[in-house]
């Protein structure tokens, strides 16, 4: 093992596959100067006690591609270091019971497609002539993925320690970590019971000690474990006969509609199932000594799933348990791992809360050391990034929340399901007056936010589906009122912040390819770039004053967007950051009557001459005080009501009083994504992210090339323009759909190739036909370029329209 060096690069915490996969990677990078330091032996906290599946399924584009790059990393690694890592293809089918799981299947194949993963589909005797010891009753068909299989954890490990050591990497066993602080230089100073080490960055792959380690640094990281089971069997005669016969192992089965997975195992059989009632643990973290350490067995609780089991595949009652392991496996609430940046730290990194860890660990730290060596990620990792959740993710929350991700692992993932656990939790005060009035919430960031309203008579839930589901025509009037009458949106949950300073119009002139607006009370639609010329984050900016400005973004990326910014910021005292995000409130009205509604209560003349389309004023409605800015996302006139947040009944109830007679209604969320596709509103995430140029996201007029100064990756974006562009933004309308909408990932073909995905799609309620926003090779981006997508599994013809094909020339929004 060596002594420590006092110095290194990079210090990895943590000597799991996901540590040591890090530390790989960055040592394949060139940076042969980090160090891994790990309290006991390596894998000796949840690696070793994992069933080493590879699923390459995953709903999630970014987290998709990092499925891939492992399997692809895993099958190379024996021939690279020496070491066999015991990878057994044997191929994974998933079965289906109903059409929903099939047409979970057929979007996920979708997925597939795009990112260059194989799948096949299976009718029920298919099934059987791969797994003979299945039985079909119930089944309908399936899903193979032939790549796909399993590894042995231990072995991955070791092997990639040694390409690690090969590399010039350190690895120090039983040395436990015992103070993490950081320098005035941003550099770290780790501790440990053998000696100091100061280091450039420092990255936490700490497992189930994650909330521990954010202890250390002053952050509360979102990862509680939970428990998870697998049962191994004795050896069955039927599958020793098979082994004698020559016969191929019979692959991972799992039976999703059952929540387990089913795998060969010496002989026998491992079943694992993901039970409702599985409890958190390690939640004030793992005892110091912890080591290869499992809890006692809970068979109760697997009693459904075994049933489901022998229902299937009846020679699992014919065999005796051998063994129960029940091991912590670190979750987050949405399920998907942390990876990436820390927020408010330099040079700390996170890859923690991994579920499916095995999966995931060489593509995340793949993508972590590109990220740490290069600044920037190859793949949008937005999905993972842990900047995603927010200080409501606290303890108690997490428990809840990632309980209920565990015992959805086989839930039916539906692109508009909204998980109950832990809400309400951050309500704006129009809340309950939105209830009242029929909506049906979805939860962001924290945040109850009215998807859709129920009419008089329906009833107040959510119908979710792949395809059109029963709150699809009442999504179609709330757009229809807004574009007749006028509708009211609750945006609170935007993320607002403040900038300002003598240094403020500089600097963001700098960090934005848009150039700040000159005049007062202006308002700009503001992109900015990463160093590599993709899209980062999108804010629109209103200028307040000489020294200041109001900045407002996605929800969702709250954290993201803040934290980005205020790394950038000079260190001069010349900026000042001020986050208002939970101090102001945003109801949006917007359509033809919005005028008419608003002129009577408020302090400003709202004409075309006084208060033009895209600028902003100091004002009031009612008696309240507000900053109103003519801008919106659903294409007609209107205006975004900023206010103190204590005010935001009063401006309710003043408009709903003088509402009536101008046809004011609510409308929610998902009534604002169908009128945004109708005007090629891109968002970042789909249509905009760090893997398109922003002149690839169409977003040209956004980008000021002469202005002085240049700005954030100007010249990386030129760069790009020079190699050549691979994407192109388009708007498409899809033909002859007639119950199933683009939902974002379809796989867009010419002549049977596939040329593109569609990034968002859905209905167009004011054009009354069914679009599409996509990413297509620039060759087939013309207007009027016949294409098809796939949509569950069917192919449909569908055309490049016009950018924004409502209302193209914005006189609606001028009007």
Not at 217 to 238: C, F, K, N, S, W
């Amino acid at each position: 093992m060596g002594e420590m060096n006092s110095k290194a690069k990079v210090v990895i915490v943590g000597g799991g596959v996901v540590g040591v996969s890090t530390l790989y990677h960055l040592v394949k990078k060139g940076w042969s100067d980090c160090m891994l330091i790990e309290r006991k032996e390596l894998t000796s906290g949840s690696t070793w006690h994992a069933a080493g599946l590879l699923p390459l399924f995953n709903m999630s584009y970014s987290v998709g591609q990092l499925h891939k790059y492992s399997v692809e990393l895993y099958k190379r690694l024996k021939e690279e270091t020496g070491q066999d890592v015991g990878i057994r293809p044997v191929s994974n089918i998933r079965l289906a019971t109903n059409q929903d799981r099939m047409d979970e299947y057929r979007q996920y194949a979708g997925v597939a497609q795009t990112i260059g993963v194989n799948v096949e589909f299976l009718t029920p005797d298919e099934v059987l002539e791969i797994w003979p010891l299945a039985i079909k009753d119930g089944l309908i068909g399936a899903m193979r993925h032939p790549e796909d299989g399993y590894v042995q954890p231990a072995d991955l490990t070791q092997a990639l320690a040694i390409g690690a050591r090969a590399g010039g990497g350190k690895i120090h066993r039983n040395t436990t970590v015992i103070a993490i602080e950081q320098l005035e230089d941003d550099s770290w100073k780790v501790t440990t019971d053998k000696g100091e080490v100061i280091a450039e960055h420092v990255v936490c792959c700490t497992g189930n000690f994650a909330r521990q380690t954010g202890e250390m640094v002053g952050l509360d990281i979102p990862v509680v474990p939970v428990e998870h089971q697998y049962i191994v069997t004795e050896p069955h005669p039927a599958i020793q006969q098979r082994k004698k016969d020559g016969l191929p192992e019979m692959g991972v089965l799992r039976e999703s509609d059952g929540s387990w997975y089913m795998r060969e195992e010496a002989g026998g059989l491992i079943l694992g199932p993901y039970e409702k009632g599985a409890p958190a643990c390690y939640v004030d973290g793992p005892h110091p000594e912890s080591e290869y350490e499992l809890f006692q067995e809970d068979l109760d609780r697997l009693m459904p799933h075994i049933e489901s089991a022998i229902h299937r595949v009846p020679i699992f009652e014919e065999v005796g348990i051998k063994k129960v392991y029940n091991g912590a496996i670190a979750y987050t609430p949405d399920g998907n791992p942390i990876v990436g940046p820390a927020w408010d730290k330099k040079n700390l990194w996170l890859n923690e809360g991994h579920s499916f860890g095995i999966t995931a660990a060489g593509g995340a730290g793949w993508q972590l050391a590109e990220w740490i060596v290069e600044g920037e990620p190859t793949v949008d990792m937005m999905g993972v990034d842990p900047r995603r959740f927010g200080r409501y993710a606290t303890k108690a929350f997490l428990i809840e929340k990632n309980e209920e991700a565990y015992a959805d692992v086989f839930t039916i993932h539906y692109p508009d399901e909204e998980r109950a656990a832990a809400r309400p939790l951050r309500t704006s005060p129009c809340y309950d007056r939105m209830k009242e009035k029929g909506a049906v919430f979805g939860q962001l960031f924290g945040w109850e936010r009215p998807n859709w309203f129920a009419p008089e008579g329906v009833k107040q839930e959510d119908d979710w589906s792949f395809r059109r589901s029963s709150y699809f025509e009442h999504v179609g009037n709330e757009c229809k009122n807004v574009a007749k009458n006028v509708g009211l949106l609750d945006m609170t949950a935007f993320a607002k912040c403040r900038v300002q300073g003598p240094g403020a119009r500089k600097w963001l002139n700098w960090m934005f390819a848009q150039k700040m607006p000159i005049t007062h009370g202006r308002l700009a639609l503001c992109h900015g770039l990463t160093s590599k010329g993709g899209v980062h984050s999108e804010f629109t900016v209103q200028r307040e004053s000489k020294d200041s400005f109001y900045m407002v973004s996605a929800g969702a990326y709250h954290r993201l967007d803040h934290d980005w910014l205020k790394k950038h910021m000079p260190t001069d005292g010349s900026v000042q950051f001020t986050d208002l995000t939970n101090s102001m409130g945003v109801l949006v009205v917007a359509g033809p009557k919005a005028r008419d509604l608003l002129q009577p209560v408020c302090g400003s003349d709202l004409s075309n001459e006084n208060f033009p389309w895209l600028t902003g004023q100091e004002t009031s409605v009612g008696y309240a005080p507000v900053k109103l800015l003519r801008v919106n996302f659903v294409g007609e006139l209107g205006w975004e009501i900023h206010h103190p947040i204590e005010y935001q009944n009063h401006i309710f109830d003043t408009l709903f009083k003088n509402g009536e007679k101008h046809g004011l209604k609510p409308f929610g969320i998902r009534a604002m994504n169908s009128m945004r596709l109708e005007k090629s509103y891109r968002l970042v995430g789909t249509e905009m992210s760090i893997e398109y140029a922003a002149y690839e996201s169409g977003l040209n007029r956004f980008v000021n090339l002469k202005k002085k100064g240049g700005f954030l990756g100007k010249d990386a974006l030129l760069a790009w323009e020079k190699r050549g562009f691979k994407n192109a933004f388009v708007t498409l309308e899809v033909l002859g759909v007639d119950d199933a909408d683009a939902i974002g990932n379809n796989p867009i073909y010419k002549d049977g190739e596939v040329v593109g995905r569609a990034t968002g799609g859905g209905f167009g309620w004011r054009m009354m036909t069914s679009l599409a926003l996509a990413m297509v090779d620039p060759e087939h981006s013309a207007v009027g370029t016949d294409l098809e997508i796939d949509i569950l599994g069917k192919m449909y013809k569908c055309r490049v329209l016009e950018d924004s094909p409502h209302d193209p020339t914005n006189e609606k929004l001028r009007s």
